[in-house]
């Protein structure tokens, strides 16, 4: 027996666009979300199979926290953001990049398709329930490809934390039992995948979880961290942080 992902098939996911400091010393950028397709669910000890598609796409991880709801949340102010959320659990954002994000007209918030093949939402190992985690703006992030590190961050550095994306997402539509938001990552530290490859997911006072990838096509892509953007370093995402104390959407 084996563990398979704590919501095989959640009503909906809604996941942020990027939403950290990276790369550059700058204001937040305003928050947006995606949706992401629910049936892309897999679990832990999982395959994510990348699609036999001959347009040159890559497939990037992106590991993130996400929100599980607690439902009908509808209007939820962020300072009411805790009676919204269950729990909270790990999620690999699995992402073709170049023209992996299909539009028309040719906008990437039209149409987010390069995120939602099927096997492209590892979710798991387990659900850590609210009263577990005192704060989700102050947990560590872990991603390893074949025991390379790659992502290494606190979801403290968040431009928008998570009572804005309760907020944000439930002005939107009503968010219901099982719902998930996933709050975005850090991009540094983002890597390729490709066959045979063993990744694994690690969030602090959640769990960990490992998965194989692979590609029928057997693809090849330059090895280790895409374009030399490290974030195993600690102050990689910290120095691009304005300085000063939080950022204008507060602490929670």
Known sequence: MRLRAPLPRPGKILACIANYWEHAQREPRPLNMFMKNPDAVIGPGDTIVLPE???????MHEAELALVMKGPAKRVQAKDWKRAVFG????????????????????????????SFDTFAPLGPCIATADEIE????????????????????????????????????TVMTMNSGDVIACGTNHEGLGFLQDGETVEIEIEKIGRMALKVSDPLKR?????IYMGVDSTHPEAVKRYRPQGGPTATGAI
């Open 135 to 170: 704060d989700p703006n102050n947990l560590i992030v872990r991603f390893w490809n074949d025991g390379q590190l790659r992502h290494n961050y606190n979801t403290d550095d968040m431009e928008h934390r998570v009572p804005e994306l309760v907020e944000f997402a439930t």
């Open 53 to 59: 598609f001959t347009v040159p796409w890559a497939f």
């Open 88 to 115: 909270y659990t790990c999620l690999i954002d699995v992402s073709a990049r170049e023209q992996g994000r299909r539009t028309w007209p040719a906008t990437p918030l039209t149409s987010w398709l390069g995120k």
């Open 220 to 224: 090849k892509w330059e090895r280790g």
